[in-house]
T-cell receptor, first 111, second 113 residues
Framework: SQELEQSPQSLIVQEGKNLTINCTSS?????LYWYKQKYGEGLIFLMM?????EEKSHEKITAKLDEKKQQSSLHITASQPSHAGIYLC???????????FGSGTQLTVLP | ETGVTQTPRHLVMGMTNKKSLKCEQH?????MYWYKQSAKKPLELMFV???????ENNSVPSRFSPECPNSSHLFLHLHTLQPEDSALYLC????????????FGPGTRLTVL
């Protein structure tokens, strides 16, 4: 079965700093989804990547998909306290008929 | 607001109780999902319904019983749960296939005493 490893598990940054979160798959990626979760709440969809080399941006968040490395990265520029939360990646391995999710990266942004 | 609502938001129940979780989606989607999220563990898919038909059951114990009366509503009936069933239960919906973007509800925080 597919496994997704997210790194780091937790991250504390000062407001205004840039940061990157990685999601690495044990299998070929056919689709990669990024979500944000506030503690104890539901997941908010951020972006979906499907093709190798694809890059998408929304406000100050950019996600990229490296098909060869079976990895996606999420980059936040000039972080703000509103970016704090848990970032989860979900992926389609093409064979399991369901998405597999990583354990999440807990982001804290200090004002 | 994601267009997916869940009630109740919090539930405390004893091991002998029977309760139900409700999920409603206002997005016109045809697929609905139940996930379990436990501390420090990845989301676990429990059930999938597509056009009201159950298409996936990930070896979930029979004390969890799903019901999907129509494409907009999904229930999870709970009976004689165990303390290890305490978790956040998330409902999601998507247009059709599991590869369509899934939109999640706020979750029900379940505590089993």
């Amino acid at each position: 079965s597919q496994e997704l490893e997210q790194s780091p598990q937790s991250l504390i940054v000062q407001e205004g700093k840039n940061l990157t979160i990685n999601c690495t798959s044990s299998k070929t990626l056919y689709g990669l989804y990024w979500y944000k979760q506030k503690y104890g709440e539901g997941l908010i969809f951020l972006m979906m990547l499907q093709k190798g080399g694809e890059e998408k941006s929304h406000e100050k968040i950019t996600a990229k998909l490296d098909e060869k490395k079976q990895q996606s990265s999420l980059h936040i520029t000039a972080s703000q306290p509103s970016h704090a939360g848990i970032y989860l990646c979900g992926a389609d391995s093409g064979s399991a008929r369901q998405l597999t999710f990583g354990s999440g990266t807990q982001l804290t942004v200090l004002p | 607001e994601t267009g997916v609502t869940q009630t109740p938001r919090h539930l405390v129940m004893g091991m002998t109780n029977k309760k139900s979780l409700k999920c409603e989606q206002h997005l016109g989607h045809n697929a609905m999902y139940w996930y379990k999220q436990s501390a420090k563990k990845p989301l676990e898919l429990m059930f999938v319904y597509n056009f009201k038909e159950q298409t996936e059951n990930n070896s979930v114990p029979s004390r969890f019983s799903p019901e999907c009366p129509n494409s907009s509503h999904l229930f999870l009936h709970l009976h004689t749960l165990q303390p290890e069933d305490s978790a956040l239960y998330l409902c999601a919906s998507s247009q059709g296939s599991y590869t369509d973007t899934q939109y999640f509800g706020p979750g029900t925080r379940l505590t089993v005493l």
